[in-house]
């Protein structure tokens, strides 16, 4: 135990004595948890669209008004030219050119079918086919509309309509800070965990000290948690700054209980740290540390749910998410937070961590060896 | 263990692949003598030591390290041995009495001994105003004669030094060598691996190893006589030609 | 020239031989662009949903089967109340939940219309948003269906779709992986590259040979240049065979463009390597400092407009910006230079300027 201690003591010296450590450990939260929650937003902001109108009828304007009068749109209308179109979408003056055909209003009134033309830029390919929803959408509003006013034959009866309400639980401004802050909280733990672990075990092999380490009786348990322990501290307390900055600067909000989301944080660092201890075992140079870690890192965010929903994601994907830490603690963190859910609520991906966490330490540290 | 022997080694074999690094090693190292281990860069000398320390499994052969074996009683040998890498592996960015701290902690030294036995040591050093510096300030020099104190700070058995010499001005050789004299009177072991030749009239016996095999064993002044030379260098080369015959 | 070429030539094999590193320099391109196409989509697919049906007449039964059978949808409970419904969303069982009162049957038969309740988790506010569009598109179309049995919708819009026919989305992610990587890889190596020689002393060595510092310059960097010419192409072609992005545009023009951005990443490597003393500075300065912006400020994942006017501010200065501009354009409108001659003219700039400004500091690091 007084070993411990002593290792101890001599990790926490070093980090702080590192000149790259304190601005990492005190300044990455901030930079983190402001700059990067500002910046990605993927909140669906109204999108310019152009509306075309070559009817000028009572129909007509009305349908524009109502485009006018969606969330989604920002809309011009203009005198328009058929040959600009493709030059207009190429220029990204505009998103999307809607036009309403001559005799809209006519030929509803006669029950004949309209057909609008939507034209869109559909290099952002999400975006564009959000804006064919949100266009049908409006459409549809209007069709509820004008149906019994028209000469359609199915006038005689009141047309059936449901009316849609819809509740936005957990966070009703659909405030994107919210969604955000949790995910990039994840990203600054994981790094304390994995990458900062890991580099600097690595830097203990390429330094040499590590041989002269395994050369006294120091026992494999004492030095790994002496390594481990201070960066468990580490990504505790950044995840704390992390999180009351959060909370001070977007008002997220913290439904759940503190004990439980320690809990969980603790879970997770020892898997993360786990998974550092694992690569630095393989690796020789910082370099490879940092490149591996860089590789599977990349693709456990990229899958874990952090900027995207898993939901949208092919089954396939989904699946090969049960083996991904980060998916489990960006579930548990946003549950946590934004719907107060306790660890009984999270108990799958509670046990999902743990297991993980105890099967990539154990490997980790069975591949630990003080003679070659 | 035979009686006044603290190292066996039988029959030492190791390989890497294909590539035999120690070939059929047979030698004892007596209690409280220095033990020259030399031989050309690349003859086997660090694959040796580090299998003595500890830190590399032989391929087979026989090893016991102060009546500890090394494949089963790894942990005894540890407690009992001090090691000086080429490198010196210390903290550089821990002042000299931090890292005679740590390590002296680490081999379960109590505080109030670790303390007296520092100032014991900055005294006999003269390190005053070297003790609270960090590591990576100290000129190559210092940085040897720390390692060493830090290497037998715990008074272990044995003490392996792996060219612990290299690139020091011939003066702090010397005085590096009265450090050793000084540990060895004091009941400590001393083995040492070195490629300066002249070094080995300091051992008390020596063995010179080429291309993975000890070609010599013996006092300095056994091998001069049985070779006909006047310094160590000559008996070197002699035996250097010999294999190339 | 002999000097020069025995120089790269250890360069080139110092490289290949860390297999590890190799094998992942090649990889992540190759992965990130996997994933981006195939796993991070922003639609919905069978998210799972409940039901708190508490009418269960035919019309209830009927729009739960039609929200069961969409490819978006799986309804994969019933609860009885609200408060099971919302235990079901603590434990992330269910994303929405679709409620009908008791009075949904009446209603529908007396009024001829009925509350649809739609609870939605909205802590992921696209996911929500979604789910309600998609949800409230199968109501309308039922909806529409009861009225205009067998008729046609009287209102119908004909999309056409400029550019990307078929909504792939790796049309903008391959575009900007080629941006990352090639911004990632070049600059972190190169600089890491230079600063371990640093580390080593070896960099001494080199200074005091008669080789020049611009021949040592390009000795260092040209290996990574052409690892990353190597990855432009992997990029492009998995790009297309893969996903289908095409070059609509000229090749010539791309790959000039993409040699461009390629120097300008090496310039900057080559300025962080005369500022760091450690491995470890330089690979925390390349992420921070050129990775990030480059993801999040270049307008490749997340869009520019959206966000506050300080980091729209920033995102000029972010080379990756101009160089995503150009190449999309190329690549997927196949327009000319004739349509982002004034980025060019940027990156151009950028890039002579950082340069110059990188091989100033290296020879006054010598003094």
Not at chain 1, 177 to 205: A, C, D, Q, R, Y
Not at chain 1, 301 to 316: C, Y
Not at chain 3, 298 to 317: A, D, H, K, T, W
Request: glycine share 6%; aromatic share 12%; proline share 3%.
């Amino acid at each position: 135990m007084r070993t411990l201690l002593i290792i101890l003591k001599k990790e926490f010296k070093q980090i702080f004595r590192d000149k790259m450590m304190i601005p990492v450990i005190f300044v990455m939260p901030f930079i983190q948890t402001i700059v990067l929650v500002y910046a990605a937003t993927l909140e669906l902001k109204k999108t310019e669209i152009t509306i075309v109108d070559l009817d000028h009828s009572e129909f007509s304007r009305n349908l524009t008004a109502k485009f006018n009068a969606s969330p989604f749109f920002d809309i011009s209308t203009q005198y328009y030219n058929f040959g600009l179109i493709e030059n207009d979408l190429l220029r990204e003056n505009t998103k999307s050119i809607i036009i309403i055909p001559q005799n809209f209003e006519k030929n509803l009134r006669q029950g004949i079918p309209v057909k609008l033309q939507m034209n869109i830029n559909a290099i952002d390919g999400q975006g564009a086919g959000l804006i064919s929803i949100y266009v049908n959408q409006t459409v549809a509003s209007m069709v509820r509309e004008i149906l019994p006013r028209n000469g359609n034959s199915n006038v005689n009866v009141m047309p059936v309509g449901f009316n849609v309400k819809s509740r936005f639980l957990y966070n009703e401004e659909m405030n994107f800070k919210h969604f955000m802050l949790p995910g990039i909280l994840v990203i600054l733990v994981s790094m304390i965990g994995i990458f900062l672990t890991s580099l600097n075990i690595v830097k203990e092999k390429e330094s040499g000290t590590m041989e002269q380490i395994n050369v006294t009786p120091i026992k494999k348990w004492q030095f790994l948690t002496g390594k481990m322990l201070p960066f468990m501290l580490i990504g505790i307390l950044d995840l704390s700054l992390g999180l009351g900055i959060g909370m001070l600067l977007y008002n997220v909000p913290f439904e759940g209980s503190v004990v439980s989301l320690f809990i969980f944080t603790i879970v997770y660092l020892f898997a993360g740290i786990g998974l550092g201890l694992l690569i630095s075992d393989f690796a020789n140079t910082q370099q490879q540390a940092m490149f591996s870690i860089f590789f599977f890192f990349l693709i456990f965010v990229l899958m874990g749910g952090i900027f995207t929903s898993v939901e949208s994601m092919p089954a396939w994907a989904q699946q090969l998410d049960r083996i991904n830490p980060i998916y489990y603690f960006m579930r548990i963190l946003r549950s946590i937070l934004l719907k107060g859910s306790t660890i009984t609520d999270l108990f799958k991906e509670f046990i999902s961590l743990i297991i993980f966490g105890i099967t990539v330490m154990s490997i980790a540290v069975w591949k630990y060896q003080k003679t070659n | 263990m035979k009686e006044g022997n603290i190292i066996e080694v039988e029959n030492l074999v190791k390989k890497f692949g294909s590539f035999v690094a120690n070939d059929n090693l047979c030698f004892e190292v007596k209690k409280s003598e220095i033990f020259g281990f030399l031989g050309a860069n690349g003859a086997g000398k660090t694959t040796a030591i580090k299998i003595l320390c500890g830190l590399s499994f032989p391929t087979s052969g026989k090893v016991t390290v102060a009546g500890f074996d090394v494949y089963k009683q790894r942990d005894g040998i540890r407690k009992n041995i001090g090691y000086m890498s080429q490198g010196f592996s210390l903290y550089e960015d821990l002042t000299v009495k931090e890292n005679i701290q740590f390590y002296a902690g680490i081999y379960g030294l109590s505080r109030s001994l670790i303390k007296s036995r520092f100032e014991e040591l900055v005294l006999k050093l003269g390190i005053e105003d070297l003790k609270d510096k960090f590591v990576r300030d100290l000129p190559l020099g210092w940085k040897q004669k720390i390692a060493f104190s830090v290497a037998i700070f715990h008074k272990p058995q044995i003490v392996f030094l792996d060219e612990p010499t290299s690139g020091v001005d011939p003066i702090t050789r010397r005085q590096f060598w009265d450090l050793i004299y000084e540990a060895v009177e004091s009941g400590i072991t001393v083995f040492v691996t070195t490629h300066y030749l002249d070094e080995a009239e300091y051992c008390n016996r020596v063995s010179i190893m080429v291309d993975g095999r000890i070609e010599a064993m013996g006092t300095p002044d056994e091998l001069k006589e049985k070779y006909n030379s006047k310094n160590m260098d000559d008996v070197f080369v002699k035996l250097a030609r010999k294999e190339k015959e | 020239m002999n000097r020069f070429l025995g120089f790269l030539r250890k360069e080139f094999i110092h490289i290949f031989r860390d297999v590890r590193t190799m094998m992942i320099l090649f990889l992540i391109p190759i992965f990130q662009i996997l994933i981006f196409g195939y796993v991070i989509k922003n639609e919905v697919k069978d998210a799972k949903i409940g039901v708190i049906d508490m009418s269960h007449d035919n019309v209830t039964e009927e729009i739960v089967a039609r929200l069961d059978a969409a490819n978006d949808f799986e309804v994969v409970k019933e609860y009885r109340n609200y408060e099971e419904a919302e235990a079901g969303f603590r434990a992330n069982e269910i994303k929405a939940v679709i409620v009908f009162n008791t009075e949904f049957a009446n209603n529908l038969g007396k009024y001829r219309t009925a509350d649809v309740q739609i609870l939605l988790d909205a802590s992921d506010p696209n996911l929500a948003n979604l789910i309600n569009s998609y949800t409230t598109v199968i109501l309308n179309n039922y909806a529409a269906e009861l009225n205009n049995a067998g008729g046609k919708p009287i209102i119908s819009t004909e999309p056409r779709m400029w550019f990307n026919e078929n909504l792939q989305s790796a049309y903008m992610f391959v575009p900007g992986t080629m941006a990352l990587i090639l911004m990632l890889i070049t600059a972190l190596m190169s600089s890491i590259s230079i600063v371990r020689e640093k580390e080593t002393g070896t960099m001494e060595i080199l200074l005091v040979s008669p080789m020049k510092p611009i021949q040592i310059i390009l000795g260092k960097l040209s290996p990574y240049a052409a690892l990353s010419v190597v990855n432009v192409f992997s990029i492009l072609l998995i790009g297309n065979f893969v996903f289908g992005v095409p070059v609509h545009g000229s090749w010539v023009l791309l790959l000039l463009v993409s040699f461009l951005f390629i120097l300008l990443a090496l310039s900057l490597g080559l300025l962080i390597s005369t500022v760091v003393k450690t491995q470890q500075a330089a690979m925390f300065i390349s992420i921070f400092a050129l990775m990030l912006p480059t993801m999040l400020l270049s307008g490749f994942i997340f869009p520019i407009e959206n966000m506050p006017l300080i980091l729209q501010y920033v995102s000029y200065i972010v080379p990756a910006k101009y160089f995503l501009i150009i190449i999309k354009g190329i690549m997927l409108k196949g327009v000319g230079i004739d349509y982002f001659l004034k980025e060019v003219l940027i990156l151009l700039g950028m890039t002579i300027g950082l340069i110059v400004l990188s091989v100033l500091k290296f020879k006054n690091r010598l003094e």
